[in-house]
């Protein structure tokens, strides 16, 4: 070997170590009964110089195993110990949090388990908060006897198997089901009486009930419809075990047309009374227009249609004068002579007449010589919201002469009155004659002459809708074509 050859340079001195790491993974691999490959002891020689580099940074040793192995050792880290502290940190963590969440879990259950003062029966007691009925029924010793199981005849099925008692909560009975809901606040005052009855179960279905026109009052001038008709559903159940059938439930309680007869009663004793004409308009109708506009008095004209149609210009007037105008037929016939098609032909007849000529509608008649009867509101099917008559027959179609006119016109006047005249149907200079004197006593006597329905609306109780004069039938209501009892209280009409 020559002498440049015997020198190695620094960078290979390691070549001994590279020996005898190459010679341990040998040995490694021997001990497992099979060589290394030759890439393998390359690969331990090439990295044995990290391998001290890391030792001396890391300050650690090696320790020698068996087989020639060796595991690397640091002198100055423990790194067991260090993760060992970590999980007792956690550790107590945890275990604070758990204590914590037990005093909470403890103060929630001791408040909501807390005893509350109430009153049952005029004694104080101390019950706990959320307790139900029963609870405290139970707690009180209240003795109270229990309804009766019974049918939906209400016949008894068994004796005591009804609802145990009857409660009262501040004043206030609960029904079953509220008071088996409710749960106690504090506070309350709690009555506890004997148990109602409880009913079988029981199977329903239900059938419509028509209403029926009733009639209230016997006489007066005025008739109106205080209360539309409305179909009822009725409840019809079947008990599952009586098998009993029972039919004293409404779903919706049928509501029976009513016809309200009476005398309007001005409010306060009101001297007001109506001056009234019929079968206008008329040649005379011009000289009642202005005898009443001299005088400041108002009246109501009650008109057929066809002299409507034959002076529709006079019809405008009346209305333009601040008279009222309603409906007396279109031909004058006896209304209770007709038959349905005939009596609505009159009737809507003339109503449509009024309208198209002055603009006026109304559903206000008076019927030509008074006669309607109960049949003509049947026939009415809801067209008609009030039928006038008179108390202070003039009789001037017998043609008495002016002054019995004025005498019939005001024997027995009273606020309220009624007085029928006529501006048509015949000769009606009487009429003229007799309407000065008529008004200037009244007027002497403090009445004040009104319209028709200025008339109605000084009496409270009739309706706001039929003092209108044009009243008609709601679109939920529907006209009875049967005349019955009263079977509802009268509510105002719509």
């Known amino acids: 070997m020559s002498e440049d050859s015997s020198r190695t340079p620094s960078h290979r001195r390691p070549t001994r170590r590279s020996a005898h790491t190459t010679g341990a993974a040998h040995a490694h691999y021997s001990s497992l009964g099979r060589k290394p490959a030759a890439g393998a002891a390359r690969h331990a020689s090439a990295h044995a110089p990290s391998r ?59 408040w909501t388990h807390r005893k509350v003062d109430v009153t049952v029966n005029g004694e104080q007691a101390s019950i706990r908060i959320g307790s139900s009925l029963e609870d ?57 009486a004997d148990g109602g009855n409880r009913m079988e179960a029981y199977d329903v279905e239900y059938r419509e009930v ?21 179909v009822g559903r009725q409840e ?81 007037k009346v209305s333009e004068a601040g008279h009222q ?16 098609e005939g009596f609505r032909s009159e009737i809507v007849g003339a109503h449509d007449i009024i309208k198209e000529a002055t603009g006026v509608e109304t559903t206000t008649i008076r019927p030509p010589y008074g006669d309607f009867d109960r049949n003509c509101w049947v026939m009415s099917a809801g067209a008609i919201s009030a039928s006038v008559l008179w108390n202070q027959d003039t009789l001037d179609w017998t043609m008495p ?54 008339l109605l609306a000084s009496d409270p109780d009739i309706p706001e809708a039929v003092v209108t004069g044009n009243a008609t039938m709601p679109d939920d209501a529907i006209w009875p074509t049967e005349i019955g009892e009263a079977t509802s209280e009268v509510t105002e009409v719509g």
């Open 136 to 192: 405290v029924h139970t707690a009180s010793g209240v003795k109270t006897t229990p309804g009766d199981y019974v049918s939906v005849g209400g016949n008894v099925l068994s004796k005591g198997k009804g609802y145990a008692f009857a409660v009262s909560v501040d004043g206030t009975e609960l029904s079953p089901k509220k008071a088996a809901d409710y749960h106690i606040r504090g506070g309350e005052e709690i009555d506890f």
């Open 210 to 230: 028509q209403p029926k026109l009733v009639f209230q009052g016997e006489w007066g001038s005025v008739s109106y419809v205080g209360q539309w008709g409305k």
């Open 52 to 110: 001290r580099a890391g030792a001396q940074q890391g300050a650690s040793s090696y320790e020698n195993l068996s087989h020639g192995t060796r595991r690397k050792v640091y002198g100055d880290r423990t790194p067991h110990r260090t993760r060992g502290g970590g999980d007792g940190n956690r550790l107590g963590a945890a275990l604070g949090l758990a204590v914590v969440i037990a005093f909470l879990v403890a103060g929630v259950l001791l």
């Open 325 to 340: 105008i309603c409906n007396h037929s279109t031909h004058h016939p006896s209304l209770s002579t007709l038959d349905a």
């Open 236 to 316: 019809i159940r079947t008990g599952r075990k009586s098998k009993e059938v029972s039919d004293s439930e409404w779903a919706e309680e049928v509501q029976d047309c009513v016809i309200v007869t009476k005398n309007p009663q001005p409010a306060d004793g009101k001297k007001l009374v109506a001056l009234t004409f019929d079968d206008g308009p008329s040649t005379y109708t011009e000289a009642y227009l202005k005898i009443l506009e001299e005088h400041h008095a108002k009246a109501t004209f009650f008109a057929l249609g066809e002299n409507v149609e034959a002076y529709p210009e006079l019809a405008r």
């Open 401 to 454: 002469g002016p002054d019995t006119i004025v005498n019939n016109a005001l024997a027995g006047i009273e606020p309220g009155s009624v007085i029928l005249m006529h501006d048509g149907g015949g000769a009606r200079d009487q009429d003229v004659q007799a309407l000065p004197t008529i008004i200037e006593r009244l007027q002497s006597s403090g009445y004040e002459l009104v319209t028709l329905s200025e």
